[in-house]
């Protein structure tokens, strides 16, 4: 089996995610972060989500976002919107998945591994710039000018390392089919931006809101415990 | 004055760097990483240069690479090698340039900065491929597609972000003279891959080698402390 790092957040995207990078035959290798985001409850579900997919190893990495500010998920000064806001929101965290494929580039480098995957998402998703399939492309290319593998396989036709986001094509309810049917246990996910203690969701945040569609629009039943 | 991002790692390269962003009338944010590093020695020297060449602020930002390892310097079982090798060194720290500048660009989103400093060279260097001018206007590019200022600047001609690499066609002779020439004291700089605990250089690391040269070149006075 070949060895994949899987950004791994303990939401609906990432878990489906895991799932198709596990039915794909990889070896996978889960990359969670302690970014000082506004509750844990998350880095608890990544780990239970992991657990249930058999990952080779699953890492939390500390990495403070939270210094540098300016989101309502990394600064608590910000508060969380309930409503549908113009533009890029307010829980944009700015470069935060340029950091978290870097973390991710590193640690496939140090692995052999040559498969990174990420469940962003650019159909029902709240606009976030980092997100979006040029952005993706553009990681990709940057990682194969970046790494030794990379340099190393410069002469080859195919650049070696690949950036997977299986999830980016798909409306949120295609995502739920999907990992339905790969067996995700959506109970033990955590998609709220900011859940109570027990990971309870808070079912008005911009996050709840599109995976609420998403159950609904499937036609399954909505298995998150909300506040 | 605009604020501008500028890496620092306390070695010549970017505290020349440093200079020529300040030279340039640029407002800057120093930023150096705690990542698991042989020596902290290097962050001594950051902040004595930072404060040297009067940074409106110098952040030390701790993201343990060495929990990956897979380099002579996040690993203390890899050995430094002290006569030149072929290839890409064991020193080259995987995806590190990458993560750093993903950092940077973080930092810069929220103090609304559009300048990234790198002290990158692809003359005198160690054949990192994270120091290469592909990799540099790779990461530009995808600055711009990551994030906020980039995607609402999207209709403008210009992107708005940049990552400047001032250093990158010198040689190391031309870096001494250029740092010189704007006023950067050497003395308090290391650049050294395993210098003891008071700072005092190798003297026959790769670092050490090209540095030395350097002053030699440039006909000055290594102001360096060897061991």
């Known amino acids: 089996m070949k060895p994949a790092v899987v950004l791994l957040s303990g ?3 990432s878990a489906t995610t895991l799932a198709i990078a596990r039915s794909e035959g990889y070896a ?13 409850a998350e880095l608890a579900a990544a780990d239970a989500v ?22 309502a998920l990394t600064d608590t000064a910000i508060p969380v919107p309930e409503l549908p806001t113009q533009g890029i929101p307010v829980t944009y965290v700015p470069a935060r998945n340029t950091v978290f494929l870097a973390l991710a580039l590193a640690w496939a480098e140090v692995i052999d591994a040559r498969d990174i995957f990420i469940g962003v998402n650019a159909v029902d998703y709240s606009g976030y710039p980092d997100c979006r399939p040029a952005f993706i492309a553009a990681f ?18 195919a650049a070696p390392i690949r950036v997977h986001a299986p999830l980016i094509d798909l409306g949120k309810a295609d995502i739920v089919r999907r990992g339905l049917a790969l ?7 955590i998609s709220c931006y900011q859940p109570d203690n027990s990971g309870a969701a808070c079912g008005r945040c911009d ?5 609420r569609q998403g159950f609904e629009d499937a036609g399954v039943a909505d298995p998150t415990r909300y506040i």
């Not at 290798?29 to 509750?39: D, I, K, N, T, V």
């Not at 249930?52 to 990495?63: D, G």
């Open 11 to 13: 939401g609906l995207d």
């Open 28 to 40: 996978c290798y889960a990359l969670s972060f302690a970014y000082g985001q506004r509750h844990q």
């Open 50 to 71: 992991g657990a249930a997919l058999q990952v080779v190893e699953h890492r939390v990495m500390p990495i403070d976002l939270s210094a540098f500010g300016g989101s």
């Open 140 to 157: 990709e290319a940057l990682a194969n000018l970046a790494t030794k593998v990379g340099v190393e396989a410069a002469e080859d036709a």
């Open 183 to 189: 067996g995700v246990d959506y109970a033990v996910t």
């Open 207 to 211: 996050s709840c809101r599109l995976r």
